[in-house]
T-cell receptor, first 111, second 115 residues
Framework: RKEVEQDPGPFNVPEGATVAFNCTYS??????FFWYRQDCRKEPKLLMS???SGNEDGRFTAQLNRASQYISLLIRDSKLSDSATYLC????????????FGKGTKLSVKP | DAGITQSPRHKVTETGTPVTLRCHQT?????MYWYRQDPGHGLRLIHY???????DKGEVSDGYSVSRSKTEDFLLTLESATSSQTSVYFC??????????????FGPGTRLTVL
């Protein structure tokens, strides 16, 4: 299994749709996980942190399945402004706090 | 806003020339990182620093060196730029979250083109 693996997409969805992204990881010792959002030609920005089974923030829900080493991000009621690339991020392990970034899933929300 | 700036924001240079990119932070974070981002590869760690004069290699460190003489500044140097180093370079800091994992915040990036 790759360290972090995501479906690259693109996911093309209409406004108002619900869309889910999946991510698998190989380091079973990881305790925390992150979803970042990256707009075209911009820096990645933290969207959500996931420490236990899941986290919810408005229209965004992140879920964690440790047994399957699987993380998901659900976006409800998609907006045009949600169009971006979503990066799944997993700690590499060790004390230095290094992170492993997935290659990202591209989302395009259409009117 | 994590108070991170990068300079220059854009640079075009020729093969064989030295290039230095600067990352500056204003919040006294101990850990700083340099990444490159290329299509099909995602973000890859070049070097990181865990304090003044304390640095270590990442997964793609060949052809790059770094220096950190002050907490606020982390420099990335391409000693002799090659076309394969054309990329977008991001600097990041590690922020203590209070939870079981620390996340990172990124600067705006530097677009480097090596001709």
């Amino acid at each position: 299994r790759k360290e972090v693996e995501q479906d690259p997409g693109p996911f093309n969805v209409p406004e108002g749709a619900t869309v889910a992204f999946n991510c698998t990881y190989s380091n079973s010792a990881s305790q925390s996980f992150f979803w970042y959002r990256q707009d075209c030609r911009k820096e990645p920005k933290l969207l959500m942190s996931v420490y236990s089974s899941g986290n919810e923030d408005g229209r965004f829900t992140a879920q964690l399945n440790r047994a399957s080493q699987y993380i998901s991000l659900l976006i409800r009621d998609s907006k045009l402004s949600d169009s971006a690339t979503y990066l799944c991020v997993v700690p590499r392990g060790g004390s230095q706090g290094n992170l492993i970034f997935g290659k990202g899933t591209k989302l395009s929300v259409k009117p | 806003d994590a108070g991170i700036t990068q300079s220059p924001r854009h640079k075009v240079t020729e093969t064989g020339t030295p290039v230095t990119l600067r990352c500056h932070q204003t919040e006294n974070h101990r850990y700083m990182y340099w990444y490159r981002q290329d299509p099909g590869h995602g973000l890859r760690l070049i070097h990181y620093s865990y304090g003044v004069k304390d640095t270590d290699k990442g997964e793609v460190s060949d052809g790059y060196s770094v220096s950190r003489s002050k907490t606020e500044d982390f420099l990335l140097t391409l000693e002799s730029a090659t076309s394969s180093q054309t990329s977008v370079y991001f600097c990041a800091i590690r922020a203590t979250s209070g939870g079981p994992g620390d996340t990172q915040y990124f600067g705006p990036g530097t677009r480097l083109t090596v001709l």
